[in-house]
């Protein structure tokens, strides 16, 4: 029997450990939301200014998948 789970992937913060967004894909609405709160979590750290590339927000967030 074929495995239908359906994956959702749960994004925190690596820094203050904050959940950001659990979603079954992460777009362009969530990778803003990440970005926004990087931007205010971490100053001391700042990210370059847009466009931001995605493997500079994703190597400062925690992903994990969970099935549902």
Do not use: Q
């Amino acid at each position: 029997m074929p495995d239908t789970a359906v994956r959702v992937f749960v994004v925190a913060c690596a820094t203050c450990s904050r959940t950001l967004v659990t979603t079954a894909r992460i777009n362009d609405l969530d990778i803003a939301v990440l970005e926004t709160h990087l931007r205010g979590c971490r100053p001391s750290e700042p990210l370059a200014d847009a466009p931001v590339m995605l493997g500079e927000v994703m190597r400062r967030v925690r992903v994990e998948a969970l099935k549902v």
